[in-house]
T-cell receptor, first 114, second 115 residues
Framework: IAGITQAPTSQILAAGRRMTLRCTQDMRHNAMYWYRQDLGLGLRLIHYSNTAGTTGKGEVPDGYSVSRANTDDFPLTLASAVPSQTSVYFCASSETGVGNQPQHFGDGTRLSIL | DQQVKQNSPSLSVQEGRISILNCDYT??????FLWYKKYPAEGPTFLISISSIKDKNEDGRFTVFLNKSAKHLSLHIVPSQPGDSAVYFCAASHNYGGSQGNLIFGKGTKLSVKP
């Protein structure tokens, strides 16, 4: 089934450790996004990529980095995890980075930082 | 400051009745609005959208209304079904500048449809 695959589905991590959340899509979409969802705050954009080789900062980029080496993969890295990064992380994609298009989401990674 | 607001955290309706979910926005540059539905432990699923050049878009039981002068949109579900019970997110985007295409989400409204 075409769509977005996120891994792992959940993770418990000690503070200070490095962690990479994986995201792969098979829809050949040009644009990809990372969001975090926190209770009472909805979804907030962390980083985005309008096409392979380019990335941009969203609303809450601090403490996170991304790379977009190819069309299909968009990993999110926490270089040194902190408890405030405990959240549910969603990856999404859309055909292009231009407006007026829906984004399609993966099922998320639940991350707990202790 | 929140650009997309969903002021009702929750809504409860009876099966078969109409559900109306509301959303307000502050950025007059937004020109595309979407509704997403989210079940627990799943990602948000795109439901319906509307461009700012329209005031209504309908898809089966779901209709979205846009009032640009009031910066307000609403999602109507008729008739409501128990399977509609989920969290509904309103989102908006604009088509200019470096952040074009990026979605701004509201905090969500949890809809409960009772049999």
């Amino acid at each position: 089934i075409a769509g977005i695959t996120q891994a792992p589905t959940s993770q418990i991590l000690a503070a200070g450790r490095r962690m990479t959340l994986r995201c792969t899509q098979d829809m050949r979409h040009n644009a990809m996004y990372w969001y975090r969802q926190d209770l009472g705050l909805g979804l907030r954009l962390i980083h985005y990529s309008n096409t392979a080789g380019t990335t941009g900062k969203g609303e809450v980029p601090d403490g996170y980095s991304v790379s977009r080496a190819n069309t299909d993969d968009f990993p999110l890295t926490l270089a040194s995890a902190v408890p405030s990064q405990t959240s549910v992380y969603f990856c999404a994609s859309s055909e292009t980075g231009v407006g007026n298009q829906p984004q399609h989401f993966g099922d998320g990674t639940r991350l707990s930082i202790l | 400051d929140q650009q997309v607001k969903q002021n009702s955290p929750s809504l409860s309706v009876q099966e078969g009745r109409i559900s109306i979910l509301n959303c307000d926005y502050t950025n007059s540059m937004f020109d595309y609005f979407l509704w997403y539905k989210k079940y627990p432990a799943e990602g948000p699923t795109f439901l319906i959208s509307i461009s700012s050049i329209k005031d209504k878009n309908e898809d089966g039981r779901f209709t979205v209304f846009l009032n640009k002068s009031a910066k307000h949109l609403s999602l109507h579900i008729v008739p409501s079904q128990p399977g509609d019970s989920a969290v509904y997110f309103c989102a908006a985007s604009h088509n200019y500048g470096g952040s074009q295409g990026n979605l701004i989400f509201g905090k969500g409204t949890k809809l409960s449809v009772k049999p």
